[in-house]
């Protein structure tokens, strides 16, 4: 028989049956409208045709991603630890994207693939300069390989290059971290002791000598 291309259709309702699942909602909404996602409903971006291939790997990692927000984030714990400062509220916010995706990863290697390729092709797109990576960047790649034990893309490489002094300090308690990746407040709670212990390297008199 000769091969036949899936329609528009059947790609949706695979992803919409693949993101409830991962949820664990039989009855969340999966919609393609590329507006905001609400309670109990998830939008993806919009989808008319067949997308190419790296766009319907961005698709299904960011339905991945919000599946997983579902089923293993607590937006009033999130909120009660999560600091005012904006800098640091946007690591707090990472990290724990990070302990969301590593938890959900465990033991489904396709679910790992997705989140991996969604995460290196917007990388690609977003980080112009990859021999010049900004410190936060550094340390959220960082913690995404020690925490979620993610594959780092090439290009991103040089993030792990010469680390500073407060990628130094931060190292321990990402190990700290993975092991508390399957309770919200216990790793939101080392969260806010690595964001002060950065905050301590990256003054003059906590640098290295």
Same mark, same amino acid.
């Given at each position: 028989?000769?091969?036949?291309?899936?329609?528009?259709?059947?790609?949706?309702?695979?992803?919409?049956?693949?993101?409830?699942?991962?949820?664990?909602?039989?009855?969340?909404?999966?919609?393609?409208?590329?507006?905001?996602?609400?309670?109990?409903?998830?939008?993806?971006?919009?989808?008319?045709?067949?997308?190419?291939?790296?766009?319907?790997?961005?698709?299904?990692?960011?339905?991945?991603?919000?599946?997983?927000?579902?089923?293993?984030?607590?937006?009033?714990?999130?909120?009660?630890?999560?600091?005012?400062?904006?800098?640091?509220?946007?690591?707090?916010?990472?990290?724990?994207?990070?302990?969301?995706?590593?938890?959900?990863?465990?033991?489904?290697?396709?679910?790992?693939?997705?989140?991996?390729?969604?995460?290196?092709?917007?990388?690609? %797109? *977003?980080?112009?300069?990859?021999?010049? +990576?900004? /410190?936060?960047?550094? !340390?959220?790649?960082? $913690? #995404?390989?020690?925490?979620?034990?993610?594959?780092?893309?090439?290009?991103?490489?040089?993030?792990?290059?010469?680390?500073?002094?407060?990628?130094?300090?931060?190292?321990?308690?990402?190990?700290?971290?993975?092991?508390?990746?399957?309770? %919200? *407040?216990?790793?939101?709670?080392?969260? +806010?002791? /690595?964001?002060?212990? !950065?905050?301590?390297? $990256? #003054?003059?008199?906590?640098?290295?000598?």
């Amino acid at each position: 028989m000769p091969h036949t291309e899936p329609s528009i259709t059947t790609v949706k309702n695979a992803i919409a049956a693949a993101t409830r699942a991962l949820a664990g909602k039989p009855d969340l909404q999966v919609e393609f409208t590329g507006r905001n996602s609400q309670d109990n409903i998830i939008a993806l971006p919009a989808l008319h045709d067949i997308p190419p291939p790296e766009a319907l790997a961005i698709i299904r990692g960011q339905a991945d991603n919000a599946a997983l927000f579902i089923r293993h984030h607590n937006p009033e714990t999130h909120q009660q630890f999560r600091p005012a400062q904006s800098t640091t509220a946007q690591l707090f916010d990472a990290l724990e994207e990070i302990r969301i995706e590593a938890l959900g990863s465990v033991d489904m290697q396709g679910v790992k693939h997705n989140l991996y390729r969604c995460f290196e092709l917007q990388s690609m %797109q *977003q980080i112009l300069n990859h021999s010049d +990576i900004p /410190l936060l960047e550094k !340390i959220k790649l960082h $913690a #995404r390989k020690s925490i979620g034990h993610s594959p780092i893309p090439d290009f991103l490489a040089s993030a792990f290059d010469k680390p500073t002094s407060e990628i130094k300090s931060a190292l321990p308690i990402f190990a700290k971290m993975q092991k508390h990746i399957d309770s %919200q *407040q216990e790793f939101a709670n080392l969260a +806010i002791e /690595l964001i002060d212990v !950065i905050t301590q390297a $990256a #003054r003059p008199d906590g640098a290295d000598n």
